[in-house]
């Protein structure tokens, strides 16, 4: 961590300054330069607040040199995490070298749909399925899923096909629910619902943790450390676009975010194409693209009939589509 | 709301879509070009569902011509909406030219504390108090709020005092200890979590709700939007900033979006420009500017010892230093 | 396009606009709403000032349904547009099923250095050497490049591989200097220099367009379009990062550019690894990742001694790393 | 100026690193952690690229403490810089205290237009006269200005009226017919054409430097710091705006820029509302949340007929609105 003081600060003042840091524990290297005093501050700086250093009047600004993140640092957890999601013979693992697609509509809808659809993602290669129970609308007036019935849907197409499921939360007070849910999803909306978080990280369950809206890297893994801190270790990171000003997609698909993660952290990381672009003609490059940017994984909108998907409709795949993509996507794994 | 069709559809599939259109309620006019056929939808277009819509493969794209909300609407509820808040003599309107400055520090951290402060800045003209109890960090590590405590606290300065009392909830289920906070606030990390605003929905009680960390105006409205549908329509808006990719300032503090709202909505909008700007040395200019640009009230962090603030200090402003803020911002008022 | 009306417009005033736009030479279809008119504007409305309309008293807004581009869109050119580099033996195609690589130094330094990078990256699979001999810094104190010596040396270094050259020009004022440039790159800060798109479009020599900082596709189109609306349709679009608020990379690749514009438009499109991210470490990655996606091509910059470069060094390959990358990308290639 | 060096830099590669950097004339100080080892360097740190030093293989990233400007920085020139434009008795000054209303057309397009405006906004209170005569449209096919003669009606404007004239530049060759314009304009699509600026810094003449599309306060200041460094001193910056994600408004105007730009530099920096929001009814407001500000002036777009103004007549005020924000503006100004 480095502190940089303004000008004109006193000696004693800098001295005050010292043993209060020193008695943090923390080591102060000086620099006196000719125009600004700079302090190297060296050790347990993950212990202080950044915001009160930066609140002093003497100070003109601070800047961390290693990142605030423990748990979630590649730095002090050098090997990739492999999360297991399901069990017995469906089990399937991410990160590591292992690689999964999961697939599945954006809304359940009904038994008949999700079957349907759970059956056909899994002949071409999906080993989860995905669906959306509870739903976050911009709008109040939009379809706001089945809740619980659509949990209980899914429960019913995991037990048809074998594929763990893969669903969002979006209270913490819904949890009794999600019991049996294999994949917790966060959604981008909820990604500093801290209290959430916080109670996700007292499962002992794997959580898909979508990057916020216009969320930055180390924002996104203080949210995971949220997690982790409270014990859940299981967590798969998901880039879903962030926010842009460029009305042709719904969102910016940030791909270079998936190496520069991997550098920072050694949690899995997967993409979903379909919400970052909003269109489903740009979904098979992008499936393509993150592949090859060295995703862990891809969740992929599937419905078996887009013309009347109740929501989201405009990024589904048919199931015919979705055949296509994961074969391409397949090609491009066999480079790994 | 307009629909626009691709190339090359055939007549059937117009009818077919026509007739599914006027089955909704709206009624359809066409307007066929050589290279684009485009479908004006009149009437009750607010229950269509927009993603469906976009979703059909006949459909090149859709857009709204009138907005998406309708409590919040002004083109429905031509006159401001006046929001009372705490009750008796020390009662504060905010809104249809009421204008009010809340102050208070980012946390509370003793009843010493805040109850002084509460006491400067009420001297200094702020009619309601703010302090945060539950405190949204971006890391786990950081300073988390004194929580129920800290409520008690707050409660204390009021009584103290007389100032109504304004503070941040972070999940439904502590609802049970803001039962007699007279404004509830939700952060700009909160406001899309939609779950959090139906339920304060059920509430009789003002809301402040703080724009996202990078809303559009749009979705800012339809948050407010969940509130109202819900039966309390006693929210006020406050802009903080929204994201952007200068160092100098933490977020760009919109102030366009006052004047805008105001066109869109008949709600009161106040202006933060502490978190907006995270700098101490920006806070005077940007009161003066809110207030000028017709604010309806700032909210404004005051510590009374900014060299030790447990959280947020470089933006907090002296008691001395609030009361210079306060008096420019008076004579600014004066000229509306 | 599509005009939306003012409620309380009266029917003379309406007239009058029809009677307008009729002079203009588009046909008016009118659709009337309960609260809102619109107007359905078919035809020649590219010839519509958009911000004329927009000025008017009476109309509440007006989008565009088709885009203003005409040479650069493919609706009108379905054929994707091959661009020859080059003449003879050492030509280089690219667009339409032809992928090049080009690779080369930030900035020209020494002979020594040119001709010994364009020997590396020939024999690694590169078929054009760029170099920068004019250089865009933010800084009037950075080193600014060799200019005029620079180009004298490239050519030096085209003459010993036969490698056609590609650098930028900053200004209309150097055209001469650049008659025998092989392929001329407009930078990001200067694709609204309009002024030297005109004077580009009058040569008949390939332009390499980079994508402004942070340009939306269609004002990136739009650039496009100055120049061929001049008469040289030998364009090649460079995505190259758009400005972001995250520090970690310099800025975000916007991979889903490349199957959108190859939607809109007809021209072919390569993308810049080095510097949308500024780091080493992203270039291989995100090189596949663009490959992967549909570019036409890839920029990448080697240096054989990064340790001293004299700009950009610090998201520069040495040559055995663009080796490592120019493999990976042909095998992602032989996919298509 | 602060590097941080990787982990297992060998001694003798550190020390090499000091060496060079001593031989660059700056100091070094060394703090070694138990991970991380940082230099601080203390002296003339503006003459090191720090791309060449972030390219270096043992560096892990480099930061600048101090600012890289210097004829812009206020820590070397502590009092406002005070620019005056035109001559005689219509001399204007503008910053230091000095406050002027710059008006006009976006356009000039006839004699009789432009004469009569500026009389009109002379009238109330305007003492400069803007009117593009060169106008960079993002479309080639909308209205570019009537160039030479529209610069020929400028001045017969200035006589009639005694205002200096304010007008756009495009291209460092139309310099000849910019000799007796009294503020020459950048553009913000030409804040970054360095050739431009630079040749601009040969002239004795007032600049209007306009702040870039999306361009932090940092590279609008080296732009300046590029003008400056040829020689040329007067410089007013002006704020128009920077890209946003919400449709609502053209650009999100940055009214903290005010203030923050007057602690990092002693140039005057004036607002443009217009340009800004794109939208008329935003305009006053705007105006007076700029002053209060501290902005030390306006450039405001008027349009003696905006139902029929050539470009950008959705965000033009007539002569009467105007009038009224300019006594708005001047109420706020007694304040200061």
Same mark, same amino acid.
């Given at each position: 961590?480095?502190?940089?003081?303004?000008?004109?600060?006193?000696?004693?003042?800098?001295?005050?300054?010292?043993? /209060?840091?020193?008695?943090?524990?923390?080591?102060?290297?000086?620099?006196?330069?000719?125009?600004?005093?700079?302090?190297?501050? =060296?050790?347990?700086?993950?212990?202080?607040?950044?915001?009160?250093?930066?609140?002093?009047?003497?100070?003109?600004?601070?800047?961390?040199?290693?990142?605030?993140?423990?748990?979630?640092?590649?730095?002090?957890?050098?090997?990739?995490?492999?999360?297991?999601? @399901?069990?017995?013979?469906?089990?399937?693992?991410?990160?590591?070298?292992?690689?999964?697609?999961?697939?599945?509509?954006? +809304?359940?809808?009904?038994?008949?749909?999700?079957?349907?659809?759970?059956?056909?993602?899994?002949?071409?290669?999906?080993?989860?399925?995905?669906?959306?129970?509870?739903?976050?609308?911009?709008?109040?007036?939009?379809?706001? @899923?089945?809740?619980?019935? @659509?949990?209980?849907?899914?429960?019913?197409?995991?037990?048809?096909?074998?594929?763990?499921?893969?669903?969002?939360?979006?209270?913490?007070?819904?949890?009794?629910?999600?019991?049996?849910?294999?994949?917790?999803?966060?959604?981008?909306?909820?990604?500093?619902?801290?209290?959430?978080?916080?109670?996700?990280?007292?499962?002992?369950?794997?959580?898909?943790?979508?990057?916020?809206? +216009?969320?930055?890297?180390?924002? /996104?893994?203080?949210?995971?450390?949220?997690?982790? +801190?409270?014990?859940?270790?299981?967590?798969?990171?998901?880039?879903?676009?962030?926010?842009?000003?460029?009305?042709?997609?719904?969102?910016?698909?940030?791909? !270079?975010?998936?190496?520069?993660?991997?550098?920072?952290?050694?949690?899995?990381?997967?993409?979903?194409?379909?919400?970052?672009? @909003?269109?489903?003609?740009?979904?098979?490059?992008?499936?393509?693209? !993150?592949?090859?940017?060295?995703?862990?994984?891809?969740? =992929?909108?599937?419905?078996?009939?887009?013309?009347?998907?109740?929501?989201?409709?405009?990024?589904?795949?048919?199931?015919?589509?979705?055949?296509?993509?994961?074969?391409?996507?397949?090609?491009?794994?066999?480079?790994?």
């Amino acid at each position: 961590m480095i502190a940089v003081l303004k000008n004109g600060v006193s000696d004693v003042q800098k001295s005050s300054l010292i043993n /209060w840091l020193r008695a943090q524990g923390v080591e102060v290297h000086i620099c006196e330069g000719k125009f600004q005093t700079i302090f190297g501050l =060296i050790g347990e700086t993950s212990q202080i607040d950044i915001d009160l250093l930066n609140g002093l009047e003497i100070i003109d600004h601070v800047t961390r040199i290693s990142e605030p993140f423990k748990c979630a640092n590649r730095r002090f957890h050098p090997n990739d995490t492999i999360v297991e999601i @399901g069990s017995g013979k469906n089990m399937v693992k991410i990160g590591g070298g292992n690689f999964a697609i999961i697939a599945g509509p954006c +809304s359940v809808e009904s038994e008949e749909q999700i079957i349907g659809i759970a059956e056909d993602v899994k002949r071409s290669g999906a080993t989860l399925l995905r669906g959306g129970a509870f739903k976050p609308r911009t709008s109040p007036y939009d379809f706001q @899923g089945l809740r619980g019935e @659509g949990l209980e849907l899914l429960r019913k197409a995991r037990k048809a096909t074998g594929l763990p499921i893969v669903t969002e939360i979006m209270s913490a007070s819904h949890l009794d629910l999600f019991e049996d849910v294999d994949l917790i999803q966060v959604g981008a909306r909820n990604m500093q619902n801290f209290e959430l978080l916080k109670e996700l990280g007292k499962l002992n369950k794997p959580i898909l943790l979508k990057r916020g809206l +216009s969320s930055t890297l180390k924002e /996104w893994l203080m949210s995971a450390e949220y997690i982790m +801190s409270e014990g859940n270790e299981n967590i798969i990171l998901c880039e879903r676009g962030i926010r842009s000003y460029d009305p042709y997609t719904r969102n910016v698909l940030d791909l !270079a975010a998936i190496p520069m993660v991997k550098e920072l952290s050694h949690l899995p990381i997967i993409v979903d194409p379909s919400h970052a672009t @909003g269109k489903r003609s740009l979904v098979e490059s992008m499936s393509m693209a !993150a592949t090859a940017a060295g995703a862990d994984g891809l969740i =992929i909108e599937v419905h078996n009939d887009p013309e009347h998907a109740l929501c989201d409709g405009a990024q589904s795949l048919t199931p015919e589509q979705f055949t296509k993509v994961a074969g391409k996507v397949s090609e491009i794994r066999k480079l790994f």
